[in-house]
T-cell receptor, first 109, second 114 residues
Framework: GQNIDQPTEMTATEGAIVQINCTYQ??????LFWYQQHAGEAPTFLSYNVLDGLEEKGRFSSFLSRSKGYSYLLLKELQMKDSASYLCAVMDSNYQLIWGAGTKLIIKP | IAGITQAPTSQILAAGRRMTLRCTQD?????MYWYRQDLGLGLRLIHY???????GKGEVPDGYSVSRANTDDFPLTLASAVPSQTSVYFCASSDTGGSTDTQYFGPGTRLTVL
């Protein structure tokens, strides 16, 4: 079966750095997406990786290792507004997104 | 501002009733999707459409039907609602449905079936 694993919840301090991990087992791989979802709102796109390596976009970076079935999202200089759930999703061989359950990130002052 | 709208925002429905959730996008995207989101689970694909006139089944299609008469609209119908269909429903769209496509989500419909 297809599976996306990520931690249920993480806590970090304002101004710090946090890394959210995602491991996956899917039938085929056509890219990995990270989305941010604030409570009660829709998911919004953060990043996309299809090749191994690090993609940097401002305070957010995303890393992919296809051989290990592993990705992480790195958030730097955390702000209170970063408190949200972060969703990892893999596009499988049928071009459908398989979603993890999300990691709830709590930022403390 | 371009985007996706969904209606209603929320609904309480008696079991056995028929319900249609509406979704409209104005980005001229070819592909559209319906997901449900339940606590502790990832988003699960119900149905999708890669272009107007075509639809396909996702991971959890039972009890749901869709139609795609034109590019902009993608309604989801529950023919006879059951309590297990209580969930938050998100409609999404993407340009082509291809591998590099970003999916854009509507604000969601919170449905409670009693």
């Amino acid at each position: 079966g297809q599976n996306i694993d990520q931690p249920t919840e993480m806590t970090a301090t304002e101004g710090a750095i946090v890394q959210i991990n995602c491991t996956y087992q899917t039938s085929g791989f056509n890219g990995l997406f990270w989305y941010q979802q604030h409570a009660g709102e829709a998911p919004t796109f953060l990043s996309y990786n299809v090749l191994d390596g690090l993609e940097e976009k401002g305070r957010f970076s995303s890393f992919l290792s296809r051989s290990k079935g592993y990705s992480y999202l790195l958030l730097k200089e955390l702000q209170m507004k970063d408190s949200a759930s972060y969703l990892c999703a893999v596009m499988d061989s049928n071009y459908q997104l398989i979603w993890g359950a999300g990691t709830k990130l709590i930022i403390k002052p | 501002i371009a985007g996706i709208t969904q209606a209603p925002t929320s609904q309480i429905l008696a079991a056995g009733r028929r319900m249609t959730l509406r979704c409209t996008q104005d980005m001229r995207h070819n592909a559209m999707y319906w997901y449900r989101q339940d606590l502790g689970l990832g988003l699960r694909l119900i149905h999708y459409s890669n272009t107007a006139g075509t639809t396909g089944k996702g991971e959890v299609p039972d009890g749901y039907s869709v139609s795609r008469a034109n590019t902009d609209d993608f309604p989801l119908t529950l023919a006879s609602a059951v309590p297990s269909q209580t969930s938050v429903y998100f409609c999404a769209s993407s340009d082509t449905g291809g591998s590099t496509d970003t999916q854009y989500f509507g604000p969601g419909t919170r449905l409670t079936v009693l």
